[in-house]
């Protein structure tokens, strides 16, 4: 019922900076917490962060932390990743995830998220 489209991914350079969104429709009314995850060739799906979005606590995985910031606009019912000093080893295909209900736990793990957006390819050069 939560359809999620991502926008924003692209080549930059080492260093730079990109920022990711991803506009949530459907059934939203529940959302307990929007999160970030990557996949690179030949790679498990790894999390990059997320934000819970009644209060917009987020937290991050120690390899971003610094340098990735998540943020929302709720009457957008939008997330974002801004992402910045960009590195080879960040290039990857992103996807945004949506959680529906409350969990006692962080939600660290593709398993803990109901809905998926299509992925946006990322590519950091040298």
């Known amino acids: 019922q939560v359809q999620l489209v991502e926008s924003g991914g692209g080549l930059v350079q080492a260093g730079g900076s990109l920022r990711l969104s991803c506009a949530a429709s459907?059934?939203?009314?529940?959302?307990?917490?929007m999160g970030w995850f990557r996949q690179a060739p030949g790679k498990e799906r790894e999390f990059v962060g997320a934000i819970k979005w009644r209060s917009a606590f987020t937290y991050y995985t120690d390899s971003v932390k610094g340098r990735f910031t998540i943020s929302r606009d709720n009457a957008k019912n939008t997330a974002y990743l801004q992402m910045n000093s960009l590195k080879p080893e960040d290039t990857a295909v992103y996807y945004c995830?949506?959680?529906?209900?409350?969990?006692?736990?962080?939600?660290?793990?593709?398993?803990?998220?109901?809905?998926w957006g299509q992925g946006t390819q990322v590519t950091v050069s040298s």
């Open positions: 459907g059934r939203t009314f529940s959302t307990y917490a």
């Open positions: 995830a949506f959680r529906r209900s409350y969990i006692s736990e962080l939600p660290i793990l593709p398993a803990s998220y109901d809905d």
